[in-house]
Each structure stands twice: as C-alpha cells, then as structure tokens.
C-alpha cells in the first residue's frame, strides 16, 4: 500500500501536473488541448482569472483523438488523468507515462 502524499507532494500535482486536458479551437489542428492543473488552471498556475486562450502557445496537439488513447485516462470522457479519491491518484504516473510515450507536439513548435 502506498504511503498518502504529503502537503508539499499534494500542491506539487495539484499546481504543476496535468490534471485535465481542455480543448481549445484551433484555425488548422484538429486535436489542441491546454493541460490544466487542478485548479482548472494552466500548469504553474496557483489561483486568480485566467483567460486560457492567452496561454494558447502551452497547447499541445495530439495526432488523434485522446479520447480513444487506451489505458492513459482515469476518466476518458472528460479526459481527466486522475479523480478526486486517493485511489485514483495510486496510477497517474502509470498513466502519465502512457501519455508521454504517445507523439504529442506543443502548439508553438508547430509552424
């Protein structure tokens, strides 16, 4: 059984790592998608309002859809890595390396 996080290790993922992945419409790309911590903010990002279309250069673009990526989503639907239990974050980095191994370009490297 693993040990709970603690304070420092919860406001690490919490503020740092992705949580959720929202999309965000794009003129050519099909697939853009800013990661967002669980504060639905972009990663780093501890509080205060956010206009997520200012931060559109920290999208990333997915060759497919992510929704159909196998065994990478806690909950595929609303693409969230992990839930609101303990439980679900027992698998994140299992599942966070899952999406890393996939190709995943950043919207600013793209010309």
């Not at 919490?14 to 903010?41: D, G, I, M, S, T």
């Not at 990478?72 to 999406?99: A, I, N």
């Not at 890393?100 to 919207?107: D, G, H, K, M």
Request: contains cysteine; glycine residues 8%.
């Amino acid at each position: 059984m693993t040990a709970p996080f603690t304070r420092d290790q919860n406001d690490f993922l919490r503020y740092y790592l992705p949580y959720h992945f929202q999309k965000l419409p794009h003129e050519r790309l099909k697939h853009v998608y800013l990661p967002l911590n669980r504060a639905y903010l972009p990663l780093g990002f501890m509080g205060g309002r956010v206009n997520l279309r200012e931060h559109m250069s920290e999208c990333v673009v997915f060759d497919s859809d992510p929704h159909y990526f196998a065994d990478v989503w806690f909950d595929p639907v609303g693409l969230f890595l992990y839930g609101d239990g303990p439980e679900s974050k027992r698998g994140y980095s299992d599942r966070l390396g899952r999406l890393l191994s996939r190709r995943i370009r950043t919207l600013s490297g793209i010309r």
